[in-house]
């Protein structure tokens, strides 16, 4: 267990500016808890970080391993609620590129990040969250579609076992087992948007 002695002089480094102070005693000790030092506010250090625009102690933060990238305040604000609210760009960057990062959770206000980057005037910004929430919802679209066809098509061509590829079998595994019934799969189709499933190919997706 890490004592709080380094614990506290995290956070005092962080508060003077000591960067490369920040970093050492992240590498030095990376079992300390970053989630659990925290101000009167709630802030944790990658709250701070956010908003002084601390890009280098952001980037540490962000590559230490047990990182709560989402976490929030008394106030329920977020990291990157905090970078959008101040236009550290550079730091909404680097947020949205974590994979755990939830654009979408709203604050005590129930205002998202990109609200706050609106209430700023920061178009930049607040097009590009709204520019990465459009695309992962696209992505899971497309999984989605992905799965669903693996699911509805009774009729594609069996490959032999012995030249199928390990994805390809666990594929084919998948799909025999959880075949879709015809009513859920209307309903799928109505939700994608499809207007003929028996043109749907599992190997070729158009939207």
Known sequence: ??????????MVSFWEGRTDIVKALLEAFPEIDVNKIRDENGNRP???GCEGG????VKALLAHGNIDVNIQNTCKRTPLHNACCFGYTDIVKLLLAHPKIDPNLQDGD????SDLAFFEDNTEIETMVEDFIKEKEQ????????FCLAMIQPDLPVVPSTTMTKKRKARELRRDKLRLGSD???????????KD???????EIKN
């Open 110 to 113: 129930e205002a998202t990040p």
């Open 54 to 57: 601390y890009t280098d102690v």
């Open 46 to 48: 990658l709250h701070d």
């Open 184 to 194: 859920l799969i209307k309903d799928i189709a109505s939700y994608l948007e499809w």
């Open 139 to 146: 992505k899971e679209k497309q999984l989605t579609q992905e």
């Open 197 to 203: 499933i028996s043109k749907k190919s599992c190997f």
């Open 1 to 10: 267990m890490v004592n709080s002695v380094y614990e506290d002089a995290l």
